[in-house]
């Protein structure tokens, strides 16, 4: 019988090294699952002992596996090799998967350093931050204590864990950090009171008033979180966020914003005009016809935007628009437009129109032409 055991282990072993063994190897279909299910039939300790081996000393990808089948069997045994690898410099990947297992594990002798882990690199501290928080209570104290250290990135890691918790109570705990000096802290207080809930957020509108301009920035990220894009258009004019807020009302596909981004054009500086334009060609049919009218009677710099969300568009109304554009008066309006007809929309109609102004063969937008319409573009020149 002894005998028999032991040549039985033997194919088991085989089977690790050759699931886990070769980063090549690794890579082919199953060739992981089926090593760790493989491991799942022996005695916890053996597989235990097998999988931390293989997390210490293995290249990336065969480690990576190691850490995924620790964490999925939950095993306490690994709680300090895991430890290890997040206060590692190995790569951010594996520690991040280190993280991720603690988390699934959930035994608390972890917490300690999972809280120093906030200090980590963006990626791994929102990890840490996350895992943290599924101790609940028992992480509250030492995350109220890491709101005030001194490191930025701490305070910023600990934010995002408060609000992963998801305690209401806790909304008055994060709203100062929307004031902190460091974007990074201020955009995890964002972050955090959203997770709170779009109710939450909806709540919290009378940011956009205030007179810092970090926190009315952070109202612009919770509320976007929330989508609640009727909430931030009243903030267009803001000339201290106008250009956040039109970028977050394209993120949101606001299309009850297109008279509102139409209407703050005229007043409106540059970067604001530039992220206007660049959600209203995202915001469908519905902008096609305000941005044609922009395009016929605004200045030489509406011009330029509305000929390219015109074209992003690919609206075929505005293909007569597009084509008075080629004789513009300002050469960088005329030359958006034939972009927006040659790349964008291709209609054949605009052909001769284009070459009556294109025809110089060295010019890339008649290349460009070329390309596009192919047998039918010709050559001007020849008639």
Not at 31 to 46: F, H, M, P, W
Request: hydrophobic share 45%; charged share 30%; with cysteine.
């Amino acid at each position: 019988m002894v005998g028999t055991r032991r040549g039985a282990r033997r194919p088991l072993d085989e089977a690790i090294l050759e699931g886990f063994g070769a980063e090549r190897r690794l890579r082919r279909a199953g060739r992981r699952e089926a090593a760790i299910n493989c491991l799942g039939s022996q005695a916890q300790r053996q597989r235990d002992v097998h999988l931390i081996r293989l997390l210490r000393t293995g290249p990336t990808d065969v480690a990576e596996a190691a850490i995924e089948a620790l964490g999925g069997l939950k095993s306490r045994r690994a709680v300090r090799p895991l430890v290890e690898v997040m206060n590692s410099r190995r790569p951010p990947r594996l520690r991040i998967a280190a993280i991720d297992a603690l988390r699934r594990i959930g035994d608390r002798r972890a917490l300690k350093d999972l809280i120093r882990a906030l200090d980590a690199p963006a990626q791994v501290a929102a990890a840490a931050a996350r895992a943290a928080a599924v101790f609940g209570e028992s992480a509250l104290s030492p995350l109220l204590t890491a709101l005030k250290d001194s490191s930025f990135r701490r305070r910023a890691g600990a934010v995002l864990a408060v609000g992963h918790l998801k305690r209401h109570h806790l909304l008055p705990v994060l709203l100062p950090y929307l004031k902190d000096r460091y974007k990074l802290v201020r955009r995890r207080a964002a972050a955090a009171i959203s997770l709170l809930g779009p109710q939450a957020g909806r709540a919290l509108s009378h940011l956009l008033q205030s007179r810092s301009v970090w926190v009315r920035e952070g109202g612009v990220d919770i509320l976007k979180r929330c989508k609640a894009a009727d909430l931030l258009i009243p903030a267009l004019r803001d000339p201290r966020i106008g250009a956040k807020v039109a970028q977050a009302l394209g993120e949101l596909k606001a299309r009850n914003a297109v008279d509102a981004l139409i209407s703050i054009l005229p007043d409106a500086d540059s970067l604001v005009r530039q992220r206007a334009f660049e959600s209203l060609s995202q915001l469908g049919k519905r902008a096609v016809v305000p941005l044609i009218e922009v395009a016929r009677e605004g200045d030489a710099e509406l011009r330029r935007g509305a000929a390219r969300a015109l074209g992003q568009l690919r609206d075929r109304r505005a293909v007569p628009t597009l084509i008075q554009l080629l004789h513009d008066g300002d050469e960088q309006v005329r030359r958006d437009a034939a972009f927006a007809l040659i790349v964008e929309l291709k209609d054949p109609t605009a052909i001769v129109p284009l070459q009556s102004v294109l025809q110089d063969k060295a010019d890339y937008l008649w290349r460009l032409a070329a390309q596009a319409f192919g047998h039918q573009w010709g050559d001007p020149a020849g008639g």
